[in-house]
């Protein structure tokens, strides 16, 4: 019996639901991007119409099968079925010629997209669904002008968009918090120009914020450091267009507006940390981290040390 299932704006059908899901990041509240990160260990199959836009990668994940099973029937075969590896074979289908790959796919829909998915044996896929009116906001025109064409292609085409997804699965997976809203639209915006969703107008001039536009966005950090903040908002302070923002906000600080904000959070936790009044979750509220925890991550990622590890150094 089929699955029925709505994701933002792609919904259709499942012959089973995912046998596991290691992230999933719901439309709701983060300005209708939608990511599922999941896996299936055997063969089945889905439909989907897509509204707005969905970007997505396949992997084959027979090798890591055959290798658990090998390894647990190690003396039940013999050395030569390790060569005898088989493959995911995966068939999308539109209506017109279905596009058979063996092994990992990349994949663009586009709105009006009526389509098909099967998979032979074992996979993981990683989706990032938008709605209409997400698209259009980052593209900058209504959604029927766009020509986002529909492609399927080898992964290793693609790349870029593996590893911004499989980050954003790093993000939405193990944590009890929700996603951080800026990571999640600044990776959509990423991914959006990666996937070949957006053509390239061709070499762009520099960009950069004026002293009065750098001046807004630097207060609403500050005012906003203890509490989620989007790519939305921070665009609006500057009274630019997402995509622009991004470049100009990037030709003003050398840095990615996220980057911008995790090094502020830092900051201020390292300054509450040191000054010995606050716990590390205290400190964590504070700054705008959902936890400790993920305080610390992001301590060891910006700065290489723990946060009692650098506040002992500085102390120092």
């Not at 999941?38 to 199959?45: C, I, T, V």
Request: charged fraction near 20%; hydrophobic fraction near 40%; aromatic fraction near 8%.
């Amino acid at each position: 019996m089929s699955v029925p299932f709505v994701n933002a704006s792609v919904q259709g059908e499942l012959s089973a639901p995912p046998d596991q899901i290691f992230g999933q990041i719901p439309a709701s509240g983060l300005d209708g991007i939608a990511f599922l990160d999941f896996a299936y260990e055997s063969a089945g199959h889905s439909t989907h119409r897509v509204d707005g836009l969905l970007v997505g990668t396949w992997q084959d994940t027979w090798q890591d099968t055959w290798q658990d099973t090998w390894h647990g029937t190690l003396h039940a075969a013999g050395p030569e079925d390790r060569h005898s590896v088989r493959r995911t074979r995966l068939t999308f289908c539109d209506g017109a010629v279905p596009d058979e790959r063996d092994g990992d796919a990349f994949v663009l829909r586009g709105p009006s997209y009526v389509g098909s998915t099967r998979w032979s044996g074992p996979c993981r896929g990683r989706y990032l669904a938008y709605m209409p009116a997400a698209v259009e906001r980052m593209i900058e025109a209504p959604l029927s002008q766009a020509e986002i064409p529909t492609l399927t292609s080898d992964l290793s085409e693609r790349m870029s968009v593996f590893h911004l997804l499989a980050a954003l699965g790093q993000e939405a997976g193990g944590h009890d918090t929700a996603a951080d809203a800026l990571l999640v639209d600044s990776v959509a915006l990423a991914v959006l120009r990666a996937s070949g969703a957006l053509v390239s107008p061709g070499p762009r001039r520099s960009a950069a914020l004026t002293a009065r536009q750098a001046r807004r966005v630097r207060d609403l950090v500050a005012e906003r450091i203890d509490a989620p903040l989007s790519l939305r908002e921070m665009a609006e302070a500057a009274g630019l267009s997402e995509g622009y923002f991004v470049r100009a906000f990037k030709g003003s600080f050398g840095v990615t507006p996220y980057q911008y904000v995790l090094r502020e959070r830092v900051t201020l936790a390292q300054s509450l940390i040191r000054s010995g009044t606050v716990s590390l979750g205290e400190a964590a509220k504070r700054a705008g981290f959902p936890d400790a925890r993920r305080m610390g991550r992001t301590f060891r990622k910006v700065i290489g040390r723990s946060p009692t590890e650098a506040a002992r150094l500085q102390r120092a």
